[in-house]
């Protein structure tokens, strides 16, 4: 009989390498960069959203201001999100190589994005209904949303392991991964305040003293590792090494 060899299946986190060529010039550098200062500028929106929600009076004007820095927030997540997916899928793939895990990872945060703009809107928009909470909106889409976010920071920050040079630290093929990784330290505290923030507001209780310096702690490292990947896009090395090889 003839033996037949069995079609090894590609792990997820496998990227179709190509050959190894000098990186002198990011593919579609300005796309990034693009993508990242928005980044930048959403988690500004958010980091001052979280002082007035942790620090600032509990009135309506305060929670109309709130609303407003969460929609601006919000919108800036998903309008870099759909740009970060179009640099992947148009610029990347076809100088780097397909992933899986990048293209997966992108769009579960593009789908928090979407769920992240339910809250705010809803209090812009419908703040006297009488089945939303008071001066807040929607209870639920924050933490669900961050529960998608934070999904799609862990699968990229374990992606971005096999990507690490370990030998040269601090190369410029290693800030992206560095981002990936803040980010996904930032999620890590951002998921655990919304899930606090969720179930303890489900059964009346006061959050802890610590809930509102974590909050805006997240929303800083989301804003230090949004300034990585600009840095890394705004800064490509003279004879780079390629992030796949």
Not at 223 to 236: Q, V
């Amino acid at each position: 009989g003839v033996l037949r060899r069995r079609k090894r299946r590609r792990p997820f986190f496998a990227v179709t390498a190509r050959p190894r060529r000098s990186m002198s010039a990011i593919p579609g550098r300005l796309k990034i960069l693009t993508a990242s200062w928005i980044f930048i500028a959403a988690s500004v929106f958010l980091i001052a959203e979280f002082v007035l929600v942790g620090y600032g009076p509990r009135d309506a004007e305060t929670a109309q201001l709130e609303g407003v820095l969460g929609a601006l927030s919000c919108v800036g997540w998903f309008a870099g999100f759909a740009v970060l997916i179009d640099w992947i899928v148009f610029d990347t793939f076809s100088v780097w190589g397909f992933s899986r895990r990048a293209l997966c990872g992108a769009t579960l945060k593009l789908i928090a994005a979407v769920i992240f703009n339910i809250q705010p809107w809803s209090l812009l928009l419908d703040g006297e209904n009488p089945q939303l909470v008071p001066n807040f909106g929607v209870p639920w889409s924050d933490f669900l949303g961050i529960s998608f976010f934070h999904l799609g920071n862990c699968i990229d920050a374990i992606g971005g392991v096999s990507l690490f040079d370990r030998r040269r630290l601090f190369q410029h093929s290693n800030w992206p991964v560095w981002g990936t990784w803040v980010y996904c330290m930032a999620t890590w505290f951002l998921i655990l305040t919304n899930a606090v923030g969720y179930f303890d507001g489900r059964s009346g209780s006061a959050n802890p003293s610590w809930w509102a310096p974590c909050q805006v702690i997240g929303a800083s490292l989301l804003l230090a590792g949004s300034i990585i990947y600009a840095a890394w896009a705004h800064l490509p090395p003279k004879d780079g090494v390629p992030l796949v090889q």
